[in-house]
Every structure is written in C-alpha cells, then in structure tokens.
T-cell receptor, first 112, second 112 residues
C-alpha cells in the first residue's frame, strides 16, 4: 500500500523567504505526482503535475522536483508572499487515472 | 470547462442516522471519483466510476456506505448508519482540464 508523507506538517516564514516543502512516498512505481494547494474551507487546486519520466516542473515562482527512485519530491516556492499561505498537498498516482494517494499536507503561513 | 455541483454543502446529523450527498459534474466526463477528507488529513479515495459502472470501491466501507452513478452523469453517496468517524468533507471529483482532476468545495458532514 502506498504511503505518502509530508514534512514538516506546518511552516511559518517571513515574507520574501523561499519555501521548501518535502514529500516522500514508499512505492516508487508511480505514474505521476501532483502538488495541490488547499485554502481553508475550499477545494483543492492543482499546482504542478510531474510525470514519472520527468525530473521537474516549473510554473511561475513554483518549481517541483521528482526523484522517483528515492521516492521523494520537493516543492520550492520562491520569494514567498502572504497570499501563498495555504495547505500544500502532494499526491501520487499508480496509473494514468486519478486514483490518488495523498499526504496529510504542509500548512504554510507567510508573515507580512 | 471542468466543475462540479454538490449538495448539500453542509449537513449535521446524529450518529446512526443516514445522509445522502449528490454530485453533478458539469463536464459530463465518463470518469468520476468520490474522496473523503477528514480534518487534518489528505483526501482518501472512496470509489471510482466509469460511466455507470464501479471501477474501484476497495476503500469504500460497504457495511455503511453506498454509491451509484445515474445515467453516467449524476452520482449519489449514501451513509447509513453514520458513525462519528464519518465526519469529513466528501469530495466529488471529475477529471479537469490540463490532465488533472477537479476538486470542488465538497459536502461537509458533521456527525454528533
């Protein structure tokens, strides 16, 4: 059974600092990995999707890396802003569908 | 365009009562997922539909949960009898744009 772990569970940084969020998974036989953002009381928004054959994906200030063999992914958020405050979840899929296994998330607070 | 309508948005029931959640995926996609998100955790897959058929319900507590898909569009998720540990957000998720999945705000259940 796939287990996804996210460390740390919570993070508080001053505005402008770079954020580093970690995700690890136990079964390296994944098809893809996604990072989601969730605001309180809201649904999940997909941020980045990395196929298993890829090493990283970038979107604006966000960069996600994937090391499939070691079962790790890292989400970098450059020059953090208060608007980046949210919970960030990573999820892996074993096949080309959306049967996702999620981590518990990292709750980020960016202080102005 | 992806999207989903769910109702009711909020429900409070006593344990051992029953509840039903309804989902209408705006995109009309053939595939549909129900996830359960307990507070402080990532979403957990309950059931996957392909048109009217169940593809995967291995994580659905079948002694109390049931789900169906009507004419390959609308879906309902029922819990009977509810337990305290069923308190969660129930997310109906169709595939979205950009090779990802769409999570709406879900239906919030509190069992007291």
């Amino acid at each position: 059974k796939q287990e996804v772990t996210q460390i740390p569970a919570a993070l508080s940084v001053p505005e402008g600092e770079n954020l580093v969020l970690n995700c690890s998974f136990t079964d390296s036989a994944i098809y893809n990995l996604q990072w989601f953002r969730q605001d309180p009381g809201k649904g999940l928004t997909s941020l980045l999707l990395i196929q298993s054959s890829q090493r990283e994906q970038t979107s604006g200030r966000l960069n996600a890396s994937l090391d499939k063999s070691s079962g790790r992914s890292t989400l970098y958020i450059a020059a953090s802003q208060p608007g980046d405050s949210a919970t960030y979840l990573c999820a892996v899929s074993p096949s080309n569908d959306y049967k996702l296994s999620f981590g518990a998330g990292t709750t980020v607070t960016v202080r102005a | 365009e992806a999207g989903v309508a769910q109702s009711p948005r909020y429900k409070i029931i006593e344990k051992r009562q029953s509840v039903a959640f309804w989902c209408n995926p705006i995109s009309g996609h053939a595939t549909l997922y129900w996830y359960q998100q307990i507070l402080g955790q990532g979403p957990k897959l309950l059931i996957q539909f392909q048109n009217n058929g169940v593809v995967d319900d291995s994580q659905l507590p079948k002694d109390r949960f049931s789900a169906e898909r009507l004419k390959g569009v609308d879906s309902t998720l029922k819990i009977q009898p509810a337990k305290l540990e069923d308190s969660a957000v129930y997310l109906c998720a169709p595939p979205g744009s950009g090779n990802t999945i769409y999570f709406g705000e879900g239906s919030w259940l509190t069992v007291v």
